[in-house]
Protein backbone atom coordinates (compact mmCIF):
# COMPACT_ATOMS: atom_id res chain seq x y z
CA UNK A 1 0.00 0.00 0.00
CA UNK A 2 1.37 3.20 -0.71
CA UNK A 3 -0.36 5.77 2.03
CA UNK A 4 -2.88 7.52 -0.94
CA UNK A 5 -6.14 6.75 0.08
CA UNK A 6 -8.90 7.47 -2.52
CA UNK A 7 -13.22 7.50 -1.70
CA UNK A 8 -15.50 6.21 -3.28
CA UNK A 9 -13.91 3.45 -4.98
CA UNK A 10 -16.86 3.19 -7.52
CA UNK A 11 -19.33 5.29 -8.70
CA UNK A 12 -22.45 5.36 -10.90
CA UNK A 13 -23.99 8.84 -12.37
CA UNK A 14 -25.54 9.68 -14.95
CA UNK A 15 -24.84 12.25 -18.16
CA UNK A 16 -25.19 16.02 -17.14
CA UNK A 17 -25.00 15.49 -12.91
CA UNK A 18 -22.07 16.48 -11.61
CA UNK A 19 -19.36 14.50 -9.40
CA UNK A 20 -16.62 14.90 -6.72
CA UNK A 21 -13.79 12.48 -6.29
CA UNK A 22 -11.74 12.50 -3.16
CA UNK A 23 -7.85 11.89 -2.25
CA UNK A 24 -5.54 12.36 0.94
CA UNK A 25 -2.19 12.16 0.40
CA UNK A 26 0.53 10.17 1.84
CA UNK A 27 1.90 11.79 4.97
CA UNK A 28 4.28 14.49 4.18
CA UNK A 29 3.54 14.65 0.36
CA UNK A 30 2.56 18.48 0.09
CA UNK A 31 1.58 17.80 -4.15
CA UNK A 32 -1.03 15.82 -5.94
CA UNK A 33 -1.86 14.92 -9.11
CA UNK A 34 -4.83 13.88 -10.52
CA UNK A 35 -4.82 11.13 -13.60
CA UNK A 36 -8.06 9.93 -16.01
CA UNK A 37 -6.88 6.82 -17.08
CA UNK A 38 -9.51 5.10 -20.01
CA UNK A 39 -10.18 0.94 -20.17
CA UNK A 40 -6.37 -0.07 -21.89
CA UNK A 41 -4.81 3.17 -22.36
CA UNK A 42 -2.74 5.17 -20.14
CA UNK A 43 -3.28 7.51 -17.58
CA UNK A 44 -3.92 11.00 -18.89
CA UNK A 45 -2.47 14.03 -16.61
CA UNK A 46 -5.41 16.46 -15.33
CA UNK A 47 -3.61 18.71 -13.18
CA UNK A 48 -1.33 18.82 -10.15
CA UNK A 49 -2.21 20.86 -6.99
CA UNK A 50 1.33 22.19 -4.84
CA UNK A 51 0.54 23.99 -1.59
CA UNK A 52 -3.19 24.40 -2.28
CA UNK A 53 -2.30 26.24 -6.06
CA UNK A 54 -2.93 24.47 -9.43
CA UNK A 55 0.41 24.23 -10.77
CA UNK A 56 -0.43 22.98 -13.94
CA UNK A 57 -3.02 21.27 -15.96
CA UNK A 58 -3.20 19.00 -19.21
CA UNK A 59 -5.68 19.07 -21.90
CA UNK A 60 -9.27 18.76 -20.46
CA UNK A 61 -11.74 21.31 -19.92
CA UNK A 62 -12.58 23.68 -17.77
CA UNK A 63 -15.48 21.64 -16.25
CA UNK A 64 -13.19 19.28 -14.31
CA UNK A 65 -12.11 21.13 -11.50
CA UNK A 66 -9.91 20.74 -8.24
CA UNK A 67 -8.91 21.84 -5.12
CA UNK A 68 -6.38 20.61 -2.26
CA UNK A 69 -6.82 21.67 0.96
CA UNK A 70 -4.78 22.71 3.93
CA UNK A 71 -4.19 19.58 4.75
CA UNK A 72 -2.54 18.54 1.42
CA UNK A 73 -5.93 16.08 0.29
CA UNK A 74 -7.45 17.30 -2.82
CA UNK A 75 -11.07 16.94 -4.58
CA UNK A 76 -11.26 16.34 -8.47
CA UNK A 77 -14.85 18.05 -9.60
CA UNK A 78 -16.44 16.90 -12.66
CA UNK A 79 -19.34 18.91 -14.12
CA UNK A 80 -21.89 18.19 -16.79
CA UNK A 81 -20.56 14.46 -16.58
CA UNK A 82 -20.44 13.05 -20.81
CA UNK A 83 -20.35 9.62 -20.71
CA UNK A 84 -16.65 9.74 -22.44
CA UNK A 85 -15.73 10.67 -18.68
CA UNK A 86 -16.21 7.22 -17.51
CA UNK A 87 -12.57 5.84 -16.34
CA UNK A 88 -10.83 5.04 -13.85
CA UNK A 89 -9.62 8.71 -12.01
CA UNK A 90 -6.41 8.02 -10.05
CA UNK A 91 -4.60 10.70 -7.68
CA UNK A 92 -0.76 10.51 -6.91
CA UNK A 93 1.13 12.09 -4.10
CA UNK A 94 4.73 13.24 -4.21
CA UNK A 95 7.31 14.76 -1.58
CA UNK A 96 7.30 17.67 -3.21
CA UNK A 97 7.51 19.44 -7.09
CA UNK A 98 10.12 18.28 -9.58
CA UNK A 99 10.79 14.61 -10.31
CA UNK A 100 10.03 13.08 -7.34
CA UNK A 101 8.84 9.44 -6.79
CA UNK A 102 4.94 9.63 -7.26
CA UNK A 103 2.70 7.18 -5.06
CA UNK A 104 -0.44 6.46 -6.59
CA UNK A 105 -3.82 5.91 -4.98
CA UNK A 106 -5.69 2.59 -5.49
CA UNK A 107 -8.12 4.48 -8.19
CA UNK A 108 -11.89 5.17 -8.13
CA UNK A 109 -14.11 3.79 -11.00
CA UNK A 110 -16.04 6.09 -12.33
CA UNK A 111 -18.94 5.03 -14.62
CA UNK A 112 -21.56 7.56 -16.61
CA UNK A 113 -24.57 5.83 -17.98
CA UNK B 1 5.63 14.64 -29.99
CA UNK B 2 6.99 13.11 -27.12
CA UNK B 3 5.98 9.37 -27.04
CA UNK B 4 6.11 6.07 -25.13
CA UNK B 5 5.60 3.26 -27.43
CA UNK B 6 5.23 -0.29 -25.45
CA UNK B 7 5.16 -3.28 -26.94
CA UNK B 8 3.82 -5.66 -26.88
CA UNK B 9 0.23 -4.78 -26.33
CA UNK B 10 -0.04 -8.54 -24.43
CA UNK B 11 1.27 -11.37 -23.67
CA UNK B 12 0.47 -14.63 -22.06
CA UNK B 13 3.45 -16.63 -20.36
CA UNK B 14 3.33 -19.83 -17.89
CA UNK B 15 3.88 -19.74 -14.32
CA UNK B 16 7.84 -20.09 -14.04
CA UNK B 17 8.83 -18.76 -17.58
CA UNK B 18 10.51 -15.33 -17.89
CA UNK B 19 9.57 -12.46 -20.13
CA UNK B 20 10.85 -9.39 -21.61
CA UNK B 21 8.13 -6.12 -22.32
CA UNK B 22 9.65 -3.55 -24.38
CA UNK B 23 9.45 0.21 -24.19
CA UNK B 24 10.29 2.76 -27.27
CA UNK B 25 10.61 6.58 -26.45
CA UNK B 26 10.77 9.19 -28.29
CA UNK B 27 11.20 12.34 -25.25
CA UNK B 28 14.40 14.16 -25.46
CA UNK B 29 16.03 14.67 -22.72
CA UNK B 30 14.48 13.22 -20.22
CA UNK B 31 15.73 13.09 -16.57
CA UNK B 32 14.17 9.77 -15.80
CA UNK B 33 12.52 6.71 -16.74
CA UNK B 34 10.19 4.70 -14.60
CA UNK B 35 8.01 1.45 -14.25
CA UNK B 36 5.05 0.86 -12.74
CA UNK B 37 3.28 -2.08 -12.34
CA UNK B 38 -0.77 -2.28 -12.41
CA UNK B 39 -2.86 -4.47 -11.29
CA UNK B 40 -6.02 -4.28 -12.86
CA UNK B 41 -8.72 -1.86 -11.41
CA UNK B 42 -5.70 -0.34 -9.45
CA UNK B 43 -3.44 2.11 -8.91
CA UNK B 44 0.56 1.95 -10.83
CA UNK B 45 2.86 0.95 -8.37
CA UNK B 46 6.92 1.75 -9.09
CA UNK B 47 9.20 -0.86 -9.95
CA UNK B 48 12.09 0.93 -11.25
CA UNK B 49 13.54 4.55 -11.74
CA UNK B 50 16.58 4.94 -13.60
CA UNK B 51 17.88 8.16 -14.98
CA UNK B 52 19.83 8.75 -18.12
CA UNK B 53 22.94 8.01 -16.82
CA UNK B 54 21.90 4.49 -15.84
CA UNK B 55 22.01 1.24 -17.67
CA UNK B 56 20.11 -1.53 -15.42
CA UNK B 57 18.09 -1.17 -12.40
CA UNK B 58 16.72 -4.02 -10.84
CA UNK B 59 14.30 -5.09 -7.78
CA UNK B 60 13.89 -8.53 -6.93
CA UNK B 61 12.78 -10.53 -9.97
CA UNK B 62 12.26 -7.27 -11.87
CA UNK B 63 15.41 -5.66 -14.25
CA UNK B 64 14.85 -3.10 -16.08
CA UNK B 65 17.26 -2.05 -18.87
CA UNK B 66 18.54 1.08 -20.40
CA UNK B 67 19.80 2.05 -23.82
CA UNK B 68 19.68 6.42 -23.94
CA UNK B 69 21.30 5.81 -27.71
CA UNK B 70 18.49 3.71 -29.02
CA UNK B 71 15.96 5.25 -27.18
CA UNK B 72 14.75 2.14 -25.50
CA UNK B 73 13.76 0.27 -22.53
CA UNK B 74 13.20 -2.97 -21.53
CA UNK B 75 11.63 -4.95 -18.00
CA UNK B 76 12.70 -8.67 -17.83
CA UNK B 77 11.15 -10.43 -15.35
CA UNK B 78 12.32 -13.66 -14.14
CA UNK B 79 10.78 -16.82 -12.94
CA UNK B 80 7.35 -14.99 -13.38
CA UNK B 81 4.40 -16.21 -10.40
CA UNK B 82 0.80 -15.91 -11.18
CA UNK B 83 0.76 -12.46 -8.98
CA UNK B 84 3.46 -11.09 -12.12
CA UNK B 85 -0.61 -10.70 -13.74
CA UNK B 86 -1.19 -7.25 -14.65
CA UNK B 87 -0.41 -4.13 -16.40
CA UNK B 88 2.71 -2.79 -16.76
CA UNK B 89 3.16 0.67 -17.88
CA UNK B 90 6.40 2.80 -19.03
CA UNK B 91 6.65 6.61 -18.03
CA UNK B 92 9.32 8.65 -18.86
CA UNK B 93 9.70 11.98 -17.54
CA UNK B 94 11.45 15.52 -19.74
CA UNK B 95 14.20 17.09 -18.45
CA UNK B 96 12.52 19.98 -16.24
CA UNK B 97 9.32 18.05 -16.27
CA UNK B 98 7.29 17.62 -12.90
CA UNK B 99 5.06 15.43 -12.12
CA UNK B 100 2.30 16.59 -14.77
CA UNK B 101 4.54 16.39 -17.86
CA UNK B 102 4.75 12.68 -16.92
CA UNK B 103 4.39 10.63 -20.72
CA UNK B 104 2.76 7.55 -19.88
CA UNK B 105 2.66 4.48 -22.37
CA UNK B 106 -0.36 2.32 -23.04
CA UNK B 107 1.21 -0.34 -20.90
CA UNK B 108 1.93 -4.01 -21.46
CA UNK B 109 -0.69 -6.70 -20.18
CA UNK B 110 0.67 -9.43 -19.03
CA UNK B 111 -1.24 -12.52 -17.74
CA UNK B 112 0.67 -15.36 -16.29
CA UNK B 113 -0.92 -19.09 -16.76
CA UNK B 114 -0.17 -21.99 -14.14
Known amino acids: ETGVTQSPTHLIKTRGQQVTLRCSSQ?????VSWYQQALGQGPQFIFQYYREEENGRGNFPPRFSGLQFPNYSSELNVNALELDDSALYLC????????????FGPGTRLTVT | KNQVEQSPQSLIILEGKNCTLQ??????????LRWYKQDTGRGPVSLTIMTFSENTKSNGRYTATLDADTKQSSLHITASQLSDSASYIC?????????????FGKGTKLSVKP
Open chain 1, 27 to 31: SGHNT
Open chain 2, 23 to 32: CNYTVSPFSN
Open chain 2, 91 to 103: VVIPVGGSQGNLI
Open chain 1, 92 to 103: ASSLALGPYEQY
